[in-house]
DNA sequence: TTAATCCTTATAGTTAACTCTAAGGCAAGA
DNA sequence: TCTTGCCTTAGAGTTAACTATAAGGATTAA
């Protein structure tokens, strides 16, 4: 069965293997075995793993409460519905950061326009002539 | 014209009085008059104005490049254009944090699946099995 | 064999963005 | 008047997540 080492590891992950070696010592990978000399061997299994470790932190997940999950897969069955309610609470999460980019988009795209108006009229001082033309709402 | 105290403004703007406090420190908020004792009083334009900042923020921007922004808004009409150009650039950015946070949906909702899955059995082992039987891809 | 290139551990330093403390000024209400 | 509760400044402390250094061991390539 192949193995990664750790800089290999990271380049597949767009890590560091200092970042790796950071999160083995948080306790992130406890499944990682080592060779006779104690080097990290990453199984295709381990790369997996970490990709589903990234993918919580993109959700803003701390890497302590990251660690909390890892500790439920290893105490096997008996944490399926932690680990369920886990990924659902990270669903609702990720639900309300696409909700909160959207009115985000709103602004910049507010914002864009404002300056194609600028722009043309060569200054900004078209806006407050609008604005004093017809007040906003 | 209603002017708020900086605690007023935190509170409107759900940060801090200490978050105002560095944010003017690191040059944001040039535009709060004082008051003559040396009080912030923020305008509601200046309110609209930190709403623009928190919104930078949150497409990751870090404080010292939304300085450089505040900056050009200083200068006038000739940093129109860089303002535009910003702007555009930070559209790109919510776009593609927008698809990343798709990609990062599917792997959760992926999960939650398998969680399902493996409760209705009772135990994890039924995606191994089911893996041996139809290997994947 | 010798240098390069990996790897290890332990520990220190960095960065961003706050977050708070200390010391003190001012102004309104009891 | 005096206490409460704002406000100010300067500067120190905190936190998360790296990021790097030091000292040294093992493996590979010329």
Redesign the pocket.
């Known amino acids: 069965m192949k193995t990664y080492?750790?800089?290999?590891a990271?380049k597949e992950l767009n890590?560091?293997?200092?970042?790796l070696?950071?999160?083995?010592?948080e306790g992130l990978l406890p499944f990682v075995d080592?060779s006779?000399?104690?080097?990290?061997q990453f199984k295709e299994k381990d790369i997996d793993a970490l990709r589903i470790i990234e993918c919580l932190?993109s959700t803003g997940?701390?890497?302590?409460e990251i660690k909390h999950f890892i500790d439920w897969c290893a105490e096997g069955d008996s944490s399926l519905q932690q680990r369920y309610n886990m990924f659902l609470e990270r669903k609702a999460c990720v639900e309300a950061q696409m909700e909160e980019l959207k009115k985000t988009m709103e602004m910049i795209d507010h914002k864009c326009h404002y300056y194609e108006t600028a722009l043309e009229a060569g200054t900004e001082k078209i806006h407050q002539e609008v604005k004093m033309e017809f007040p906003e709402y």
């Open positions: 080492s750790i800089s290999q990271a890590l560091t293997a200092y970042t070696r950071y999160y083995d010592k080592r006779e000399s104690g080097t990290r932190k997940m701390p890497i302590k």
